[in-house]
Protein backbone atom coordinates (compact mmCIF):
# COMPACT_ATOMS: atom_id res chain seq x y z
CA UNK A 1 0.00 0.00 0.00
CA UNK A 2 2.70 2.14 1.41
CA UNK A 3 4.52 1.72 -1.97
CA UNK A 4 1.80 2.67 -4.74
CA UNK A 5 0.92 5.90 -2.53
CA UNK A 6 4.59 6.25 -3.34
CA UNK A 7 4.75 5.86 -6.50
CA UNK A 8 1.35 7.51 -7.28
CA UNK A 9 2.76 10.49 -5.51
CA UNK A 10 5.97 10.72 -7.53
CA UNK A 11 4.11 10.31 -11.07
CA UNK A 12 2.10 13.09 -9.78
CA UNK A 13 5.15 15.31 -9.06
CA UNK A 14 6.47 14.15 -12.34
CA UNK A 15 3.28 15.06 -14.24
CA UNK A 16 3.14 18.68 -12.49
CA UNK A 17 6.84 19.10 -13.63
CA UNK A 18 6.27 18.35 -17.14
CA UNK A 19 2.96 20.38 -17.25
CA UNK A 20 4.72 23.17 -15.79
CA UNK A 21 4.45 25.50 -18.80
CA UNK A 22 0.96 24.44 -20.00
CA UNK A 23 -0.12 25.53 -16.24
CA UNK A 24 1.68 29.05 -16.73
CA UNK A 25 0.00 29.58 -20.41
CA UNK A 26 -3.35 28.42 -19.16
CA UNK A 27 -3.19 31.08 -16.19
CA UNK A 28 -2.57 34.10 -17.86
CA UNK A 29 -5.68 34.60 -19.50
CA UNK A 30 -7.39 33.02 -16.28
CA UNK A 31 -6.04 36.39 -14.17
CA UNK A 32 -6.73 38.70 -16.71
CA UNK A 33 -10.36 38.08 -17.00
CA UNK A 34 -10.51 37.37 -13.14
CA UNK A 35 -9.08 40.96 -12.96
CA UNK A 36 -11.17 42.51 -15.35
CA UNK A 37 -14.36 40.70 -13.95
CA UNK A 38 -12.87 42.15 -9.95
CA UNK A 39 -12.25 45.88 -11.34
CA UNK A 40 -15.71 46.33 -13.38
CA UNK A 41 -17.66 44.42 -10.30
CA UNK A 42 -15.97 46.94 -8.03
CA UNK A 43 -17.13 49.88 -10.43
CA UNK A 44 -20.75 48.81 -10.68
CA UNK A 45 -21.15 48.24 -6.97
CA UNK A 46 -20.52 51.21 -6.65
CA UNK A 47 -22.48 53.05 -9.02
CA UNK A 48 -25.39 50.19 -8.58
CA UNK A 49 -25.10 51.58 -4.72
CA UNK A 50 -25.56 48.27 -2.81
CA UNK A 51 -24.06 49.98 0.43
CA UNK A 52 -25.90 47.54 2.36
CA UNK A 53 -24.27 44.28 4.30
CA UNK A 54 -26.38 41.42 2.76
CA UNK A 55 -26.03 43.63 -1.05
CA UNK A 56 -22.57 43.71 -0.80
CA UNK A 57 -22.26 39.52 0.07
CA UNK A 58 -25.02 38.73 -2.09
CA UNK A 59 -23.05 40.87 -4.85
CA UNK A 60 -19.63 39.46 -4.13
CA UNK A 61 -20.61 35.81 -4.07
CA UNK A 62 -22.18 36.05 -7.49
CA UNK A 63 -19.19 37.85 -8.79
CA UNK A 64 -16.55 34.97 -6.91
CA UNK A 65 -19.00 32.41 -8.63
CA UNK A 66 -18.56 33.97 -12.10
CA UNK A 67 -14.78 34.19 -11.68
CA UNK A 68 -14.52 30.47 -10.61
CA UNK A 69 -17.00 29.14 -13.69
CA UNK A 70 -15.00 31.39 -15.99
CA UNK A 71 -11.64 30.14 -14.91
CA UNK A 72 -13.01 26.47 -15.09
CA UNK A 73 -13.82 27.38 -18.92
CA UNK A 74 -10.77 28.55 -19.48
CA UNK A 75 -8.76 25.35 -18.13
CA UNK A 76 -11.00 23.14 -19.88
CA UNK A 77 -10.62 24.79 -23.29
CA UNK A 78 -6.67 25.13 -22.73
CA UNK A 79 -6.85 20.60 -21.88
CA UNK A 80 -8.71 20.18 -24.81
CA UNK A 81 -6.33 22.47 -27.19
CA UNK A 82 -2.96 20.83 -25.58
CA UNK A 83 -5.04 17.21 -25.67
CA UNK A 84 -4.71 17.00 -22.33
CA UNK A 85 -7.39 15.17 -19.63
CA UNK A 86 -9.37 18.07 -17.62
CA UNK A 87 -10.07 16.38 -14.27
CA UNK A 88 -6.52 14.78 -14.22
CA UNK A 89 -4.85 13.52 -10.78
CA UNK A 90 -2.82 17.06 -10.56
CA UNK A 91 -5.56 19.15 -11.21
CA UNK A 92 -7.35 17.19 -8.27
CA UNK A 93 -4.47 17.58 -6.19
CA UNK A 94 -4.89 21.52 -6.88
CA UNK A 95 -8.46 21.84 -6.46
CA UNK A 96 -7.92 19.58 -2.96
CA UNK A 97 -5.50 22.86 -2.11
CA UNK A 98 -7.71 25.67 -3.12
CA UNK A 99 -11.32 23.93 -1.50
CA UNK A 100 -11.15 24.22 1.89
CA UNK A 101 -10.37 27.84 1.60
CA UNK A 102 -12.93 28.49 -0.61
CA UNK A 103 -15.30 26.69 1.23
CA UNK A 104 -14.24 28.86 4.23
CA UNK A 105 -14.76 31.78 2.57
CA UNK A 106 -18.27 31.17 1.73
CA UNK A 107 -19.08 30.64 5.43
CA UNK A 108 -17.53 33.93 6.55
CA UNK A 109 -19.99 35.12 4.31
CA UNK A 110 -23.30 33.14 5.25
CA UNK A 111 -22.25 34.06 9.24
CA UNK A 112 -22.15 37.62 8.43
CA UNK A 113 -25.37 37.06 6.79
CA UNK A 114 -27.03 35.77 9.45
CA UNK A 115 -25.43 37.65 12.17
CA UNK A 116 -24.88 41.44 10.49
CA UNK A 117 -23.32 42.66 13.95
CA UNK A 118 -20.57 40.40 14.09
CA UNK A 119 -18.37 41.03 11.52
CA UNK A 120 -18.38 44.20 10.06
CA UNK A 121 -18.02 45.07 6.40
CA UNK A 122 -14.25 45.98 6.24
CA UNK A 123 -12.91 42.89 8.62
CA UNK A 124 -15.22 40.24 6.01
CA UNK A 125 -13.31 42.45 3.27
CA UNK A 126 -9.71 41.40 5.40
CA UNK A 127 -10.80 37.95 6.04
CA UNK A 128 -11.96 37.22 2.35
CA UNK A 129 -8.55 38.45 0.98
CA UNK A 130 -6.31 36.41 3.53
CA UNK A 131 -7.86 33.00 3.17
CA UNK A 132 -8.14 34.00 -0.53
CA UNK A 133 -3.75 34.40 0.12
CA UNK A 134 -3.87 31.11 1.66
CA UNK A 135 -5.50 29.53 -0.64
CA UNK A 136 -3.02 30.40 -2.96
CA UNK A 137 -0.29 29.72 -1.07
CA UNK A 138 -1.76 26.10 -0.66
CA UNK A 139 -2.55 25.50 -4.71
CA UNK A 140 1.12 26.41 -5.03
CA UNK A 141 2.44 23.27 -3.11
CA UNK A 142 1.27 22.03 -6.48
CA UNK A 143 2.30 24.65 -9.18
CA UNK A 144 5.05 27.28 -10.05
CA UNK A 145 6.23 29.06 -7.19
CA UNK A 146 4.87 32.55 -8.55
CA UNK A 147 1.64 31.70 -7.52
CA UNK A 148 3.24 31.44 -3.47
CA UNK A 149 4.35 34.66 -3.97
CA UNK A 150 0.78 36.00 -5.59
CA UNK A 151 -0.52 34.50 -2.13
CA UNK A 152 1.85 36.16 -0.18
CA UNK A 153 1.03 39.52 -1.55
CA UNK A 154 -2.67 38.91 -0.37
CA UNK A 155 -1.85 37.59 2.81
CA UNK A 156 0.95 40.83 3.62
CA UNK A 157 -2.31 42.86 2.21
CA UNK A 158 -4.70 41.80 4.35
CA UNK A 159 -2.17 41.26 7.37
CA UNK A 160 -1.55 45.43 6.28
CA UNK A 161 -5.59 45.53 6.89
CA UNK A 162 -6.20 43.93 9.81
CA UNK A 163 -3.38 46.72 11.23
CA UNK A 164 -4.47 49.46 9.79
CA UNK A 165 -8.56 49.56 8.95
CA UNK A 166 -9.92 50.19 12.85
CA UNK A 167 -7.82 53.03 13.16
CA UNK A 168 -8.73 53.99 9.41
CA UNK A 169 -12.90 55.12 9.19
CA UNK A 170 -12.09 55.90 5.67
CA UNK A 171 -11.84 51.97 5.29
CA UNK A 172 -14.55 50.92 7.11
CA UNK A 173 -17.43 51.36 4.97
CA UNK A 174 -19.22 49.17 2.36
CA UNK A 175 -17.93 51.66 -0.50
CA UNK A 176 -14.71 51.75 0.43
CA UNK A 177 -15.21 47.45 0.71
CA UNK A 178 -16.00 47.78 -2.54
CA UNK A 179 -12.91 49.80 -3.65
CA UNK A 180 -10.56 47.16 -1.61
CA UNK A 181 -12.26 44.29 -3.70
CA UNK A 182 -11.54 45.71 -6.65
CA UNK A 183 -8.00 46.54 -5.69
CA UNK A 184 -7.01 43.02 -4.48
CA UNK A 185 -9.14 41.10 -6.44
CA UNK A 186 -9.46 43.30 -9.57
CA UNK A 187 -6.20 45.26 -9.62
CA UNK A 188 -4.34 42.33 -8.21
CA UNK A 189 -5.31 39.64 -10.62
CA UNK A 190 -5.02 41.93 -13.64
CA UNK A 191 -1.23 42.55 -12.07
CA UNK A 192 -0.61 38.86 -12.03
CA UNK A 193 -1.68 38.25 -15.30
CA UNK A 194 0.03 41.07 -17.42
CA UNK A 195 3.15 39.74 -15.96
CA UNK A 196 2.65 35.75 -16.91
CA UNK A 197 1.62 37.33 -20.49
CA UNK A 198 4.65 39.31 -21.09
CA UNK A 199 7.05 36.65 -18.95
CA UNK A 200 5.86 33.47 -20.67
CA UNK A 201 8.32 31.30 -22.90
CA UNK A 202 6.13 31.27 -26.58
CA UNK A 203 5.85 27.79 -27.91
CA UNK A 204 8.62 27.53 -30.72
CA UNK A 205 7.14 26.87 -34.25
Known amino acids: METKWASDHLQVIRTLMERAALYRRALAPIMLVSGAIGLA ?16 IVFW ?7 LVTALVLTRRQALKEAEPFWSLPTQRVASGLFPCFITGLGLGAVALLHPHLIPPWLLVTLWILNYGCALRAAGFFMHRGIKLFGSGFLFGGIALLL ?3 SCPWLSGIPEGHCLMGLFFGGGHL ?4 YLYFTERKPSA
Not at 61 to 67: I, M
Open 41 to 56: AATAGRLAHFNTLREF
Open 61 to 67: TAVATLS
Open 164 to 166: LAP
Open 191 to 194: AYGI
